[in-house]
């Protein structure tokens, strides 16, 4: 079986295009190498269509069989990811290959490397399948909701194996470049499989590469080459413009860098972007506004539950400058009867999240205002989901939660599907504890519905799932969509 399934595995390479033809002799000897076996005699029969999550498999069922790893979700990753690296392109052959293809097409290139971090299970297609998505409609457009099971989760073996696992600084972080080729450990996932575009950003060295959960279609992510903090400056605007140049048909935008409303690893610089249009993107301009010094930049406050200035025009440079003088004010404003404070006790609260695009031969860059005040009511921030939505969702409102697409956790599908079956059985939601949680929520949407069935219970619970997440990113928005908000929102782009 082994020889069977390293021919299918060398098979799937040459068939993906990940190998060539010429090294069949090359790959299957690694591969042998990694088993650990001298022998080898190639099956007769051809093999085509092959099933990649079917041969991984039986290949990590062999040698677990062998003793080579243990029987656990880490160590498989561990090993598969060693398996498949003996497939790959060195990474001078990806890049080669990358602006080979750019010079004719940048999507062309994009659609080369996508395919390739998929091909090479660095993406696992399989995986990411199982994520659950469907969009729900809100006064502010389609939004989208995804629960999110592409993520294993650990096992409790590997999780104390971890605990033993001597600290490391290499590589400092899971963004920094040095995990290109690196077979991680228990406690570090395998990037072996893994391939960095390096470009250029402001004149410096950045790298280009796809998140391994793609949340959306071509989830890429943007990573300065050097370990240095996030920080939202003029340099962030010139840099999300930068990329946006390179790539047009990709957006490109930033987390915030300030916790709690920050969402992601503060520690290394980076973005998020892709090949995606978000409700918010395709939100209109509810408010067309003039900013002193920039009457020829095209702004607005969008029809969007967060604050959201977007300001247009063709020359890229005078959207840094506006939001550059955007940033600084927002910075230092505060608004007391408003409840924004620009800080308390010496801490800054006030910064933005900025989201990058060319339509057209426009750019557009969307400024949504951010504040991470906390209270005693809201010890979590004030602008952060309150308590009475972390049934559904009570983590940061990050960059993708930002644009309009919810990325809850994966409790929830079990969640879901208990919850059905107590509305349909007329039995106690609170009397569960895996569910008791919801049971407010429930009590409160059930009188609206007339006819529940089997046919449409998930569905309903969908549809007020994306309720509940607008609900949140209302709460997210510093100034609300309410006439007084509006007012306060004004009063402070006339600050400006």
């Known amino acids: 079986m082994l020889y069977e399934n390293i021919k299918k595995l060398v098979q799937y390479g040459i068939e993906t295009g990940l190998t060539p033809a010429c090294e069949k002799n090359y790959a299957t000897n690694l591969l042998l190498d990694v088993f650990k076996e001298d022998e080898y005699t190639e099956p007769e029969e051809d093999y085509g269509n092959i099933d990649l999550e079917e041969v991984l498999k039986a290949l990590l069922d062999e040698a677990v069989k062998r003793g080579l790893i243990e029987d656990s979700v880490v160590y498989r990753d561990l090993f598969d990811t060693r398996l498949m690296n003996c497939l790959m392109p060195r990474p001078g052959q990806v890049q080669k290959e990358f602006w080979d293809k750019y010079s004719r097409n940048p999507v062309e290139a994009t659609d080369y490397f996508y395919k390739l971090s998929q091909d090479s299970d660095y993406i696992r297609r399989y995986r990411v399948k199982k994520d659950q998505k469907w969009t729900v409609d809100s006064e502010y457009g389609e939004i989208d909701i995804t629960i999110n099971l592409s993520k294993p989760e650990k096992d409790p073996k590997a999780i104390a194996a971890a605990k033993l696992v001597k600290s490391s600084s290499y590589p400092k972080c899971l963004l920094c470049p040095e995990n290109e080729g690196y077979a991680g450990r228990v406690n570090h996932p395998a990037r072996e499989n893994h391939r960095i575009i390096p470009i250029t950003v402001n004149d410096s060295p950045w790298g280009f590469q796809y998140s ?285």
């Not at 793609?214 to 400056?233: A, D, Q, T």
């Not at 004030?382 to 990325?407: D, R, S, T």
């Open 212 to 496: 391994p959960y793609v949340y959306y279609n071509e989830h890429c992510i943007v990573f300065n080459c050097s370990h240095v903090p996030m920080k939202i400056e003029r340099n962030t605007f010139i840099k999300l413009f930068d990329f946006v140049k390179l790539f047009p048909h990709y957006f490109l935008g930033s987390n915030a860098d300030l916790p709690i409303v920050g969402g992601s690893i503060l520690s290394h610089d980076h973005f998020q972007g892709g090949h995606y249009t978000f409700a918010m993107a395709k939100a209109p301009i509810e408010k067309k506004v003039t900013i002193p010094g920039y009457e020829d930049v095209e702004a607005g406050i969008v029809k969007w539950p967060l604050s959201v200035l977007r300001i247009r025009h063709k020359d890229e440079k005078r959207l840094v400058d506006l939001a550059t003088h955007v940033l600084e004010v927002w910075r230092g404003y505060t608004d007391e009867a408003a409840f924004i404070f620009a800080e308390t006790d010496g801490e800054p609260h006030n910064t933005i999240t900025p989201i990058a695009r060319k339509v057209g031969d426009t750019f557009e860059l969307d400024l949504t205002l951010r504040n991470n005040i906390t209270t005693e009511e809201h010890p979590l921030g004030v602008y952060h989901p309150h308590a009475q939505y972390h049934h559904i969702k009570k983590e940061n409102i990050g960059l993708i939660e930002v644009m309009g697409l919810a990325v809850l956790p994966a409790r929830l599908k079990e969640e879901l599907e208990l919850l059905g079956e107590y509305i349909l059985e007329g039995k106690d939601v609170s009397s569960n504890e895996k569910i008791e949680k919801h049971a407010d929520w429930v009590a409160e949407f059930l009188p609206k519905y007339e006819h529940l069935d089997k046919e449409n219970i998930q569905e309903v619970l969908r549809k007020e799932v994306g309720n509940v997440f607008v609900h949140v990113l209302e709460d997210a928005g510093v100034y609300k969509c309410t006439p007084e908000g509006r007012t306060a929102f004004m009063k402070f782009i006339d600050r400006l």
